[in-house]
């Protein structure tokens, strides 16, 4: 099983910025997409972001135009650029490789002034 370790959460004020990572074991991204998640208190986990080997990106709704998806040239790490956070992202994000099948820890981000 790879393991996949997110990082870059925290505290950040109303319209801020974050990025958070998420680097694999072993170079696997160009073998399956990669998904980010986030799951907010008392709340369900939900998608947010996808990118595929070829470099497609999909996006849910309420982050379109504000986060930003990517990865770097290794194939063992992917990002997700947050912009103008809002109070309703407070939430543990989590990656997933393959979407849905493995996780990683996950990596708290609280959005609030």
């Known amino acids: 099983q790879v393991q996949l370790v997110e990082s870059g959460g925290g505290l950040v004020q109303p319209g801020g910025s974050l990025r958070l990572s998420c680097a694999a074991s072993?170079?696997?991204?160009?073998?399956?997409?990669m998904g980010w998640y986030r799951q907010a208190p008392g709340k369900q986990r939900v998608f947010v972001a996808l990118i595929t080997s070829d470099g497609s990106t999909t996006y849910a709704d309420s982050v379109k135009g504000r986060f930003t998806i990517s990865r770097d040239g290794t194939w063992d790490t992917v990002y997700l650029q947050m912009n103008n956070l809002e109070p309703e992202d407070t939430a543990v994000y989590y990656c997933?490789?393959?979407?849905?099948?493995?996780w990683g820890q996950g990596t708290q981000v609280t959005v609030s002034s």
């Open positions: 997933s490789a393959p979407p849905g099948q493995n």
């Open positions: 072993r170079s696997i991204f160009s073998l399956y997409p």
